[in-house]
């Protein structure tokens, strides 16, 4: 079974500028999430969404940063523009309220995708 | 409010002993307690998790945890430490509510010496 696959792994950008990160979850989790890890930290979540639906996006900083999941399967997070201080590490992570017991609201997480801001 | 705090920034242990990587939490209510695993340039591996039932959980790769809630610690152990368990290790907790977030650690590295 495929896991939670990323892209692009590696991204540099000049501040002020555009950028997006791509998420496709494990075939079948309904919950998606997006998460940011600095250098030297956990991970902290920045959305999730049930299906196509964001249910919590209360760390989410608006201003610059968007996100979709049109079809309830694959997600977009947005920064525009980008600021030095986002360079940082993206996780996509899903998880499915059915299953084994193991793996019952389990999430999995992606590799990631490393935002470098000059 | 939901916290996790794992108290040492790095563990150092032979090959062969013993590991623990300490971890405590803080939550109302019940908790549901994880451990991820994070090797360099890669994403998150789910070690293992408690929800309920039996207080010491067997996870992936020999590692066991184990819930005591007097203490409101999940310490991650292994009986026979292995340098290619050399990583970043996380602990997480968040409420049984299926709608609350997952609070992560500041992370542990650990350090296995040959």
């Known amino acids: 079974e495929a896991g939670v696959v990323q892209s692009p792994r590696y991204k540099i950008i000049e501040k002020k500028q555009p950028v997006a990160f791509w998420c496709n979850p494990i075939?079948?989790?309904?919950?998606l999430y997006w998460y940011l890890q600095n250098l030297g930290q956990g991970p902290e979540l920045l959305i999730r969404?049930?299906?196509?639906?964001?249910?919590?996006d209360s760390q989410l900083p608006k201003d610059r940063f968007s996100a979709e999941r049109l079809k309830g399967v694959d997600s977009t997070l947005k920064i525009q523009p980008a600021e030095l201080g986002d360079s940082a590490v993206y996780l996509c992570?899903?998880?499915?309220?059915?299953?084994?017991?193991?793996?019952?609201?389990?999430?999995?997480f992606g590799p990631g995708t490393r935002l470098t801001v000059l | 409010a939901q916290s996790v705090a794992q108290p040492e920034d790095q563990v150092n242990v032979a090959e062969g002993n013993p590991l623990t990587v300490k971890c405590t939490y803080s939550?109302?209510?019940?908790?549901?307690l994880f451990w991820y695993v994070q090797y360099p340039n890669r994403g998150l591996q789910f070690l293992l998790k408690y929800i309920t039932g039996d207080n010491l959980v067997k996870g992936s790769y020999g590692f066991e945890a184990e819930f005591n809630k007097s203490q409101t610690s999940f310490h991650l152990k292994k009986p026979s430490a292995l340098v290619s368990d050399s990583a970043l290790y996380f602990c997480?907790?968040?409420?049984?509510?299926?709608?609350?977030?997952?609070?992560f650690g500041t992370g542990t590295r650990l350090q296995v010496f040959p």
């Open positions: 939550v109302s209510g019940n908790p549901y």
């Open positions: 997480a907790v968040r409420r049984l509510s299926n709608t609350d977030k997952l609070i």
């Open positions: 969404y049930e299906n196509e639906e964001a249910v919590d």
């Open positions: 992570a899903s998880s499915s309220p059915f299953g084994t017991s193991g793996e019952v609201d389990t999430q999995y």
């Open positions: 075939s079948g989790h309904n919950t």
